[in-house]
Every structure is written in structure tokens, then in C-alpha cells.
């Protein structure tokens, strides 16, 4: 990361809601903050399957090999941003807000979380919502920029 560069990864429902991470990639780059993951120029490539594939991604690349590369992103970030359109926290955004905090990034969320994947273990339910620092609407992405200039 580049000495002031702020570096962050989206995390959120690919499948659900793509449409909304594109925005919110946008705003970040609008923002000057760089998004190490996920690169959604030309959308996913199997968007109504569990797990999405996006068209910039290695189609020869096995799901896991997908999934520990954009973990490692995570790593390098400088905070890792919680997408979670109406408040919801699937399965994989879970486990990334997990990873993240274990590796001492930063958790934001777009908005205050409202419910978690059914099949989430109520502890780890409890640890998880200890886990967001600050939430920051996508609106306020851009605002946060223009205050700085």
C-alpha cells in the first residue's frame, strides 16, 4: 500500500446484489480509496449460481483458489467494507468480516446490520456483530471526499 493510500475490499451478496457493489466500487474510486477486491466491470459470469464467478476473475481457477485470493485482499486492506443491502450478512460476508478481524482490518458496514445468514452459530453471531467498527453508507462515501477537499 502506498503511504497514505487508503486500499479497501467489498465484501456483500455478489449473487443478490451486484448492481449495488458496483455503485459502491465506484463511489470508493470516486472517493480516492482503491478497491483491491472485487473487480465487477463486466459482472459475473454465472450470476445465478451460489457462488459467483465475476468475468475478471481465472474461469480455470478452482471456487476455493477464487475465495482465498480475495481473503489474502483482505489481509492487505486497509478495511474491508460490508455491503449489506437492507442489513442482511450472508454466509461468505461473514466469514470475511471473520477473516478480517482476525487479521486486525477494520470492519465497516453500508448499514447497521439487521440479520445474518440462517446457519451462522448464535456465537458466532455475537462475535461477528463485535466485529463492525463504524458503519458508512454508500451516500456518504462521496461526502467524505468532497469535505476533504
Same mark, same amino acid.
Given at each position: 500500500? %502506498? ?35 472485487? %473487480? ?63 487479521? %486486525?482490518?477494520?470492519v465497516l458496514t453500508a448499514e447497521p446490520i439487521e440479520s445474518f445468514s440462517s446457519d451462522i452459530d448464535s456465537a458466532a453471531l455475537r462475535y461477528l456483530r463485535h466485529t463492525v467498527k463504524d458503519v458508512l453508507p454508500v451516500s456518504e ?9
Amino acid at each position: 500500500m %502506498n503511504e497514505g493510500q487508503m486500499e479497501t475490499v467489498i465484501s456483500g451478496s455478489f449473487r443478490k446484489y451486484l448492481a449495488e457493489i458496483k455503485k459502491v466500487v465506484q463511489s470508493f474510486g470516486e472517493a480516492g480509496i482503491t478497491v483491491l477486491a472485487p %473487480n465487477v466491470g463486466e459482472g459475473a459470469v454465472n450470476p445465478d449460481e451460489e457462488f459467483i464467478v465475476l468475468a475478471e476473475d481465472d474461469p480455470t481457477k478452482p471456487e476455493r483458489k477464487l475465495e482465498m485470493e480475495f481473503l489474502e485482499k483482505i489481509r492487505k486492506a486497509s478495511f474491508l467494507y460490508v455491503a449489506d443491502v437492507g442489513g442482511y450478512v450472508g454466509r461468505s460476508a461473514a466469514t470475511e468480516m471473520a477473516f478480517a478481524r482476525l487479521n %486486525n482490518v477494520p470492519v465497516l458496514t453500508a448499514e447497521p446490520i439487521e440479520s445474518f445468514s440462517s446457519d451462522i452459530d448464535s456465537a458466532a453471531l455475537r462475535y461477528l456483530r463485535h466485529t463492525v467498527k463504524d458503519v458508512l453508507p454508500v451516500s456518504e462515501i462521496k461526502r467524505e471526499r468532497e469535505l476533504k477537499e
